[in-house]
């Protein structure tokens, strides 16, 4: 996923504004009435669009307006929207934005890295289970080349839920197997190992 900062604040705008429209007009005007959340993602917008002296003026008198000014001065001295967000100085507001942006950009990342955790986890299970890749995959329902990809060390095979789907299940058949092992145990116990 190649998400750029100015399309997730279009999205973000969107979704806080409550409107499909990405009318600045309509956008400030949600901002000073229904939606204020949306402010700081709107001026960002703006400055990512090179219309924040326009957004700048539909602000003006607005509870905005100073930020707006605060926020333009800081990114004439910062001179891009990467080093802007990276500024102290900007309010913090601002930087839940970016922060958000982060987050969403790199969730792919995170998600393969937990999918990994997960994954020792189910080969260990599996293992102990004595349960086949192949019954995993007729019993979950899901892709065998991607489970199998997935088992093997890409990560990206599979979705998050998915490998949770898998872990679980592995981990589930390992405590049955276990459980069904100390049953038989205690039976030639009782009986005396005929």
Do not use: H
């Not at 219309?51 to 605060?70: C, I, N, P, Q, T």
């Not at 995959?137 to 065998?144: D, G, P, Q, T």
């Amino acid at each position: 996923m190649n998400l750029t900062f100015e399309g997730f604040l279009k999205g973000y705008c969107r979704e806080l504004s409550g409107q499909q429209s990405l009318s600045f007009r309509k956008l400030v005007e949600q901002a000073t009435t229904d939606a204020p959340r949306v402010a700081e993602a709107l001026f960002l917008l703006a400055l990512a669009q090179g219309k924040a002296e326009y957004v700048l003026g539909l602000s003006e008198g607005s509870w905005m307006e100073r930020d707006y000014r605060d926020v333009l001065s800081l990114y004439g001295q910062a001179g891009s929207m990467a080093s802007l967000c990276a500024k102290s100085e900007l309010p913090n507001r601002y930087a839940n934005v970016w922060r958000a942006y982060r987050a969403v950009k790199e969730k792919p990342a995170a998600d393969r890295r937990v999918n990994a955790l997960m994954r020792k986890k189910t080969l260990e299970a599996l293992e102990e289970s004595g349960v086949t890749r192949y019954g995993l995959c007729r019993a979950l329902r899901l892709n065998k080349g991607n489970v199998y990809a997935y088992l093997a060390g890409d990560d990206s095979k599979v979705s998050r839920k998915t490998a949770r789907r898998i872990m679980e299940y592995a981990e589930e058949r390992g405590a049955q197997e276990g459980a069904g092992r100390r049953c038989v145990w205690r039976g030639k116990i009782d009986r005396g190992f005929d």
